[in-house]
């Protein structure tokens, strides 16, 4: 898997995205398919040679992707004539956003950090509230347009909240990301798990 920074271009016109002239092998053909996150979209395709790690995109592209910054960069690889970024990795939590300046929040923010140098896109969500948090290497900047996700990392600290029907609502509606602590341990459910391995 490779790492490219992703250009947007405002005066390239509909989904147009110009790749590397080395990805030429692998898709051959002049359009595909491009997905970010859970977000996909149909793009017509042009080489260029002296693109190396660079992608360029149209904004049409990136609003249909739900990408909101430019010079991102992302992981990207063929798939049966797809071309996948990612991954995407939400951390969604219930601790309301003060200026970033709750220890969580820095949590976040090195978590976010790490995820850049390695080519994955990292965001807050907080419950109940329609915009998202990103870290931009200076401040936290809050939009509306972001992918959906491959990844979940779950920071709610309500075990009143994982029991209710909302909550349930929106892991259904995740059906298609991976969900890590996707619910509170309880003390018995942990005791069975060890009791029953034998090299406890």
Request: glycine residues 4%.
């Amino acid at each position: 898997m490779d790492i490219c920074t992703i250009q947007i271009d405002h005066l390239l016109q509909g989904n147009q995205i110009f790749l590397p002239l080395s990805l030429k092998k692998e898709l051959i053909q002049y359009t595909c398919t491009v997905k970010l996150g859970q977000k996909q979209a149909h793009a017509s395709v042009q080489y260029k040679q002296n693109l190396s790690n660079e992608i360029v995109i149209s904004q049409p592209l990136a609003d249909d992707l739900r990408l909101p910054e430019n010079r991102v960069k992302l992981q990207f690889y063929v798939n049966k004539g797809t071309l996948i970024f990612g991954p995407v990795v939400m951390i969604w939590t219930d601790v309301p956003f003060k200026k970033g300046l709750d220890p969580f929040y820095i949590f976040c923010k090195e978590m976010i950090t790490v995820g850049q140098k390695n080519g994955i896109f990292t965001y807050v969500q907080v419950k109940n509230y329609p915009k998202g948090w990103l870290w931009n290497g200076d401040r936290w900047k809050e939009t509306a347009a972001l992918p959906e996700p491959d990844v979940i990392y779950n920071r709610i600290h309500s075990r009143k909240y994982e029991n209710t029907s909302a909550f349930a609502a929106l892991k259904s509606k995740w059906e298609d990301a991976i969900i890590f602590n996707d619910h509170f341990l309880n003390k018995w459910s942990i005791y069975e798990l060890l009791f029953t391995d034998g090299q406890v």
